[in-house]
């Protein structure tokens, strides 16, 4: 009925819930594509923010006009236009004339033009300035009228991020329309709330966010807005937890003395912190609640062996234990290491991988049903559909920041709601990870291994190379090993592989022949990676080349060095990540930065690396020196994905808002009281959007 409405021009009321059909013009081919930016609904779209703004500027004279700058200026056309045909594409040029100098315009695939722009036709135009043979042009400028212009002078205009066959303009005028007929009244968020934090209204929000007449409104807009999407988030955590964490396990577990055993065989002490965690976990799983817990600590820490005390431990009840990790390699290394340390104790392991044989595959799916496989170790593939589980009571992810929510929810999915622990390396603040895990427990392992040595760090730049080449061949003379990260390549994985082939050729004649080099990088199949993998953790591969690749979670403590070629190009974090490849043994290690930028904020940055071992205290200094950018990769999780909010800038409202989400959470977590109707819903479609 409602195209009906729309097609007589009758009054209707829109919904937030509507598809976005029925917003004047747009048609199901533009429906398409703002499917690819997923957005689907009138809501989708009004919480479509905008990326930046762009501020209008006063016209200036031509003679003004700097190459690399955007500009607005107001021409006479001199000369007939021009309109060409290239490949395909039709070029209309027509030169423009101020007093002060002339600027040549051109559009692409707008033929039309020709029937508007003739000689003598006075234009106001806004474009990006270029220099092309000795003359200025504007391309694709946009038209405006003096009307639009005057309109737009000192405002800052919204712009969107758009995909190929939307353009900004095409979304501006669709939440133009959705703003003005949206009834945009009646706030979700109580006003007591609103009045404390000093939150501008829904409506006002919404309306000033897209079309702000100022900074200041619009960062009136933003602090709503992020504070809504924290708000909301802290609120869906806290319902999670009280809802499900609260309840009892069907998994209720005995200790066991096996693990006491397990530690007893170990060659090494578990540190204190190590211990004061197994304690933490022993009580969960004897505790008789659905244990949902983070075990956080930095890199080398030695979070796997309090994995494999938990899955000893479960086993040792009657269930199945299942550790997912990212990669294949690491699946593979856990698979080893847990059926080394745990075939003593009778504990049958298996691993399930993607790159596995459908013959494998199905025999592991058997093993795992039958419960002949005490615990399996895998990627994804162990939350495919055909994985049926017996008395899985337990589930370990590794580095949970590279799985989404929803990831964990299916895996949550197969057992009758097992019990959690999620490992990460991930160093943010105590503080912010007990908002930002609000349905987790939290541990931290605070504290290395005494018996490691701090690793030796150095930043070098081209003239140490010759010393560092010699250095590796010293380790390997040893009986170590080495890692060297190649240069990055951002263009593709193709151009990547290729580029650690040539690097490692190159490598391999700087080195003496009994020296042996391997690389590894995204292009290789899994099976390929693997046999890499195991023959460098054998110690059969003395260097190996890789790309980021190795980043996650590997484990070959016999690997003394890390070298890191262009290392200003990596984040302060994921350096430390890859430095925490080494260092994970009884040997000295050393981590050797490579680096050409002259740049003091550069020199700066890795400095920081060069004085700390430390990811806490590394992440905290990256983020006063760099702002928080993609920092923890947090922003890959798709748990912390807010379309606004940042967790490290808006730390304060983040604190704010997880506070007002505790207020109403202790009188009516369900937020049964009439007053949160609308709250209710609002945090209902939210968690939709995050957890299904
Ligand atoms: N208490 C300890 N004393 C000495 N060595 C230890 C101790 N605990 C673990 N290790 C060893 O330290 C190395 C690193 O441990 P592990 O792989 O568990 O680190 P991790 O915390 O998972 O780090 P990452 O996040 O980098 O994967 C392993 O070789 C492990 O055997």
Not at 578 to 605: D, H, M, P, W
Not at 643 to 671: G, H, P, Y
Request: proline share 3%; net charge neutral; hydrophobic share 40%.
């Amino acid at each position: 009925m409602k195209t009906d409405l729309k097609s007589e021009g009758m009054e209707q009321t829109m919904e937030r819930k509507d598809s976005i059909s029925v917003i004047k013009g747009i048609g199901e081919k533009t429906q398409k594509l703002f499917a690819k930016l997923d957005i689907f609904t009138v809501e989708d779209l009004i919480e479509h923010y905008p990326r930046g703004y762009d501020e209008y500027e006063e016209i200036i004279p031509v003679g003004q006009l700097v190459s690399g700058t955007i500009a607005t200026i107001e021409v006479s056309i001199v000369a007939n236009p021009q309109l060409k045909k290239v490949r395909g594409l039709t070029i209309f040029t027509c030169r423009g004339r101020d007093y002060s100098g002339d600027v040549m315009l051109t559009w692409f695939n707008m033929p039309f033009l020709k029937n508007t722009i003739r000689i003598g036709t006075r234009l106001i135009v806004r474009g990006a300035v270029t220099r092309k043979n000795q003359s200025l042009v504007m391309e694709q400028p946009k038209l405006l009228s003096k009307e639009e212009y005057v309109n737009c002078l000192h405002t800052l205009q919204p712009v969107y991020s758009l995909t190929k066959g939307l353009s900004n303009h095409m979304v501006t005028k669709a939440i133009q329309t959705a703003v003005k007929e949206l009834d945009l009244t009646g706030d979700y968020l109580p006003s007591e709330i609103r009045k404390k934090y000093k939150l501008v209204d829904y409506k006002s929000a919404i309306k000033r966010i897209h079309f702000p007449t100022d900074k200041h409104t619009m960062l009136e807009a933003r602090k709503r807005i992020v504070f809504d999407e924290f708000f909301l988030f802290s609120l869906a955590m806290m319902q999670i937890k009280k809802t499900k964490n609260n309840k009892k396990s069907r998994y209720q577990m005995d200790l066991s003395e096996d693990c006491d055993q397990l530690i007893e065989n170990l060659p090494y002490d578990l540190t204190n912190a190590q211990k004061k965690v197994w304690q933490e976990i022993k009580a969960d799983l004897t505790g008789g609640m659905i244990a949902n817990r983070l075990i956080q600590g930095d890199v080398g820490s030695g979070k796997t062996i309090i994995a494999a005390l938990a899955l000893l431990m479960t086993v040792k009840n009657g269930y199945q234990g299942a550790i997912m990790v990212p990669t294949e390699v690491l699946a593979k290394q856990h698979y080893e290491s847990l059926t080394k340390e745990l075939s003593v104790f009778g504990v049958h392991c298996i691993l399930l991988v993607g790159s596995m044989t459908a013959k494998e595959k199905r025999e592991a799916y058997k093993k795992i049903q039958t419960h002949e496989a005490d615990i399996i170790v895998g990627t994804h593939a162990l939350i495919q559909e055909k994985v049926v589980y017996d008395k899985l009571a337990l589930v370990v992810t590794d580095e949970q920041h590279r799985f989404g929510v929803k990831q964990r929810e299916t895996f949550l999915s197969k057992g009758e709601n097992p019990h959690v622990l999620v490992m990460s390396a991930t160093p943010i603040p105590r503080t912010l990870a007990i908002i930002l895990y609000g349905d987790l427990d939290l541990s931290v392992i605070d504290e290395l291994p005494a018996t490691r040595l701090p690793i030796k760090n150095c930043v070098v730049n081209e003239s140490y190379r010759p010393n560092a080449y010699r250095f590796i061949e010293k380790e390997i003379k040893k009986g170590r090993q080495a890692y060297v990260i190649c240069p990055m390549v951002e263009e593709s994985e193709t151009m990547e592989a290729e580029n650690v082939i040539d690097y490692t050729e190159k490598l391999k004649q700087n080195l003496p022949p009994f020296i042996v080099v391997e690389y590894l990088h995204g292009k290789m199949k899994a099976k390929e990676k693997n046999e890499i993998m195991e023959r460098f953790v054998r110690g059969e591969i003395h260097v190996l080349v890789s790309t980021t690749v190795v980043e996650v979670g590997v484990n070959v403590p016999n690997a003394t060095i890390m070298m890191i070629e262009n290392a200003e190009r990596f984040g302060l974090a994921q350096l430390h990540q890859l430095r925490g490849r080494v260092g994970r043994g009884e040997y000295q290690s050393y981590c050797i930065l490579f680096s050409n930028a002259e740049k003091k904020e550069t020199k700066e940055r890795l400095d920081i690396l060069n004085h700390s071992n430390d990811g806490f205290y590394i992440a905290s200094e990256d983020l006063k020196l760099r702002g928080p950018g993609d920092l923890f990769g947090i922003r890959q999780s798709g748990m912390l994905e807010f379309k606004m909010a940042d967790v490290f800038n808006d730390a304060e409202i983040l604190k704010d808002a997880s506070e007002a989400a505790k207020e109403i959470a202790k009188k009516d977590v369900r937020l049964m009281l009439k007053k949160y109707v609308a709250l209710k819903e609002k945090l209902h479609l939210y968690a939709e959007d995050i957890y299904l």
